[in-house]
């Protein structure tokens, strides 16, 4: 069955980094888009970033973009995302997502604190 997990959240102070990993097993990771979303709480799951299944092509929220890098390393079956210049507005619960078929799988998410 398909799974996803995120490791690599934590607490950082603003302006610092992250390294978001999502591994992923029982499907052909290499065949299929991945995307990152995240939920802030009270807020709706919101889109931050989606690489194709060739790593060819990506995509951007507009307000992560140009701070937030997402990679993919098909060999290990795993995506990641670079997250530099942190700000306290991107506080959330980090998952990572494939849809395959009709259906849209997620992690667990992993919790990104950006506090001083």
């Known amino acids: 069955q398909v799974q996803l997990v995120e490791s690599g959240g934590g607490l950082v102070q603003p302006g610092g980094s992250l390294r978001l990993s999502c591994a992923a097993s029982?499907?052909?990771?290499?065949?299929?888009?991945m995307s990152w979303y995240r939920q802030a709480p009270g807020k709706e799951r919101e889109l931050v970033a989606s690489?194709?299944?060739?790593?060819?092509?990506?995509g951007y929220a507009v307000s992560v973009k140009g701070r937030f890098t997402i990679s993919r390393d098909n060999a290990r079956n795993t995506v990641f995302l670079q997250m530099n210049s942190l700000k306290v507005e991107d506080t959330a619960v980090y998952y990572c997502?494939?849809?395959?078929?009709?259906?849209?799988?997620w992690g667990q998410g992993t919790q990104v604190t950006v506090s001083s």
């Open positions: 029982g499907f052909t990771f290499s065949n299929y888009t």
């Open positions: 690489i194709s299944s060739t790593g060819g092509s990506t």
């Open positions: 997502n494939v849809r395959r078929n009709t259906n849209a799988y």
